[in-house]
């Protein structure tokens, strides 16, 4: 059976989802090629450049990479984001220039590299792969698509959102129709693909991608060792002098339910809750909700901050409207914080396991879940203690042995696997 295994390419534009599809294909010794647009040494001059001349993201070398075989074009690179910058591109016309830009380099590093193994999958990530999937075809190579977010279905969402409530200037920047046109061709050309939760995989079914190339397999997460030994207590009672610390950990945006958040906490006004809103804000507060002594706010996104919230708050509040995951959750439960999350994002919660899963989005929906968790402290102790279990279901090597396992025919010609990790299937 291992003469069947292809020997995989992995093209993507920065560190999204910090290459962990290239991690996993190395690991299993997979991995031909990565090729991302700058591949940069820590003392690199580029990471001294000013952002206003470098818009991408600076990807720093990665160490479980250290062995794999990279190919990049930093000099290139920033010699056409200079040009973008004099010639004043910005946008949706900034995006879809660079996505096409970038995939005219990959096709010539591509076209100059000789490939002996007869069997080659190429990898590309969504809204920067259908002229890379269409040379892979002309070469007889497999494509994996993957999906890093819901796709059309979640802006339909989230113009919705925000004409309900227009008093909090999140207003949706449109994507242009060439935008969707271009990525229902990536879905029509790709062989698999690859998705990081089921919440995505419907979203996409909903526009009319075929069920049977559509794989669900959630991203990694590996914790750090000396972090196990932390011990989370809960109090006998909450109450006005010790309240429930409830942590939003996310961009303050709509998409992240936090309309419906500000409305729950007008419910549990005489409750001894309080909410933590940590995070790049992106919306416009309102007075009110400034003052409100129960709301407090921290317009920040460093890790190490971000760390002490984890730890000081008691449970984690996160009911996105529409998440193609949402590592923040197995973040939280690194710290043996409970979670009170939507159904929208990845399936890290197991509903009264290791925190509650709310029946919908909506102001009621979040009090009661923030009221049980009030009156019932003893059960945010039990939360915790399940927490890591969860992280055991999420580590990279189970992961890695999920995507391996698309290579072999038997299993990928099946209809919308869902690799459940944790569950043996």
């Known amino acids: 059976m291992s003469k069947q295994l292809n020997n995989w390419i992995c093209c993507q534009i920065g560190n999204t989802q910090d290459y962990q599809i290239a991690k996993a294909l190395h690991s299993n010794k997979r991995l031909k090629y990565l090729i991302t647009d700058a591949w940069l040494s820590y003392f690199s001059p580029f990471n001294f450049l000013p952002k206003i001349l470098l818009n ?13 075989k990279i190919k990049a074009f930093n000099d290139p690179l920033l010699i056409w984001e200079i040009s973008q910058k004099f010639d004043n591109i910005r946008g949706w016309e900034y995006k879809t220039t660079r996505s096409s830009w970038w995939q005219a ?23 920067a792969a259908s002229e890379l999937f269409k040379y892979a075809k002309h070469r007889g190579w497999k494509t994996v698509l993957g999906q890093t977010d819901p796709g059309i279905i979640e802006e339909k969402l989230l113009i919705k959102e925000s004409q309900i409530y227009p008093q909090y200037h999140n207003a949706v920047s449109v994507a242009p129709l060439d935008y969707w046109q271009k990525w229902r061709e990536e879905c029509t050309l790709a062989d698999q693909i690859i998705v990081n939760s089921a919440w995505s995989a419907q979203a996409l079914i909903q526009t009319g991608v075929a069920s049977d190339k559509i794989k669900i397999i959630p991203l990694a997460y590996q914790a750090t060792a000396k972090n196990k030994d932390f011990n989370r207590t809960y109090p006998q009672n ?3 002098q010790r309240p429930l610390k409830v942590a939003f ?11 419906a958040i500000f409305e729950a906490m007008e419910l549990l006004t005489n409750k001894p809750i309080e909410l933590w809103m940590v995070g790049k804000i992106g ?4 007075k ?31 009911p996105s409207l529409s998440d193609n995951f949402g590592i923040n959750q197995l973040q939280a439960q690194e710290w043996q914080l409970p979670i009170i999350s939507s159904k929208h994002c990845a399936n890290v919660v197991k509903d009264k396991i290791n925190g509650l899963i709310l029946p919908e989005v909506s102001a009621m929906a979040i009090a009661d879940a923030l009221s049980f968790c009030q009156t019932h402290p003893q059960q945010l102790t039990a939360f915790a203690q399940a927490s890591q279990q969860t992280l055991i279901d999420f580590e990279r090597k189970l992961v890695a042995e999920k995507l391996g396992i698309l290579n072999y025919p038997e299993y990928s010609q099946k209809s919308l696997i869902h690799y459940q990790l944790g569950s043996g299937g």
């Open 238 to 240: 909450f109450s006005q």
């Open 288 to 318: 009110a909700l400034k003052k409100n002594p129960k709301i407090k706010w921290f317009n920040t996104t460093h890790p190490h901050k971000i760390k002490q919230y984890y730890q000081q708050a008691d449970v984690l509040l996160f």
């Open 56 to 68: 991408t993201s600076r990807s720093l070398e990665h160490p479980e990479l250290s062995r794999a």
């Open 283 to 286: 919306i416009k507060i309102p």
């Open 249 to 259: 950990v996310a961009d303050v945006i709509l998409r992240h339910g936090v309309a």
């Open 105 to 127: 380099q990959v096709i010539k590093i591509l076209s100059k590299t000789k490939f002996s193994e007869p069997n080659i999958t190429l990898y590309a990530q969504s809204y």
